[in-house]
């Protein structure tokens, strides 16, 4: 069955300091993988996805297929970026569905 | 652009009524749309995939006579929630898939809390 693990619940960390949001997915060819983000009382929203390979509000995030991972990074945490991270892929059939992973709340703490 | 509209953003309803949810792409035409539910600091649990024109595919265990969905147009799909009842309480999510120059993105909604009493 194909997956996406986030294997952290919660993270919190200080202002200043940096910040990975782990992601493993079960191998599957090559996959297509996101991170969506949803802060507080905002609807769900699409932070970055790795074909863009672009930098999204100082967040980055670099696929490692030997690892089957896709983490999200940024160096310096800020106190607005405490939400709701969720990692996903597409599922490989013909369904255009995503697969979810459970998802890590992130709290910047000042 | 690409924005996902829902209404109505909250309801309360009787038990043994029925509730209707909309989905409206505003600014893009949706072929796929999806229906999730959404428990309080959980995860979504994605319910069914809603094809414009065709019959939605629902998820293992999601009664698809219980929870009704048409997609009729490019940009509108409903779900409607029979005989609700209060473990039908939740977070309804829907989101349309968006197809530009070969990529796909799904684009959510805000939401709709439905409370059953």
């Known amino acids: 069955a194909q997956r996406v693990t986030q294997p952290e619940k919660l993270l919190s960390v200080f202002k200043g300091a940096p910040v990975e949001l782990k992601c493993n997915y079960s191998?599957?060819?090559?996959?297509?993988l996101f991170w969506y983000v949803q802060y507080s009382r905002q609807r769900l929203q699409l932070l970055l996805r790795?074909?863009?390979?672009?930098s999204i509000k100082g967040f980055t995030a670099d696929l490692n297929k030997g690892e089957t991972s896709f983490h999200l990074k940024k160096p310096f945490a800020q106190e607005e970026d405490s939400a709701m991270y969720y990692c996903?892929?597409?599922?490989?059939?013909?369904?255009?569905?995503?697969?979810w992973g459970l998802g890590t709340s992130l709290a910047v703490n000042p | 652009g690409a924005v996902v509209s829902q209404h109505p953003s909250w309801v309360i309803c009787k038990s043994g009524t029925s509730v209707k949810i909309e989905c409206r792409s505003l600014?893009?035409?949706?072929?796929?749309m999806f229906w999730y539910r959404q428990f309080p600091k959980q995860s979504l649990m994605l319910m069914a995939t809603?094809?414009?024109?065709?019959?939605?595919?629902?998820e293992q265990g999601v009664e698809k006579d219980k929870f009704l969905i048409n997609h009729a147009s490019l940009t509108l799909s409903t779900l409607t929630v029979t005989s609700a009842h209060p473990e039908d309480s939740s977070f309804y999510i829907c989101?349309?898939?968006?197809?530009?120059?070969?990529?796909?993105?799904?684009?959510f909604g805000p939401g709709t809390r439905l409370l059953v009493l």
């Open positions: 600014d893009f035409q949706a072929t796929t």
């Open positions: 790795h074909i863009s390979r672009e």
């Open positions: 809603s094809n414009e024109g065709s019959k939605a595919t629902y």
């Open positions: 996903a892929r597409p599922n490989a059939g013909n369904n255009r569905k995503l697969i």
């Open positions: 989101s349309a898939l968006d197809r530009v120059g070969g990529q796909e993105t799904q684009y």
């Open positions: 191998y599957s060819g090559s996959p297509e």
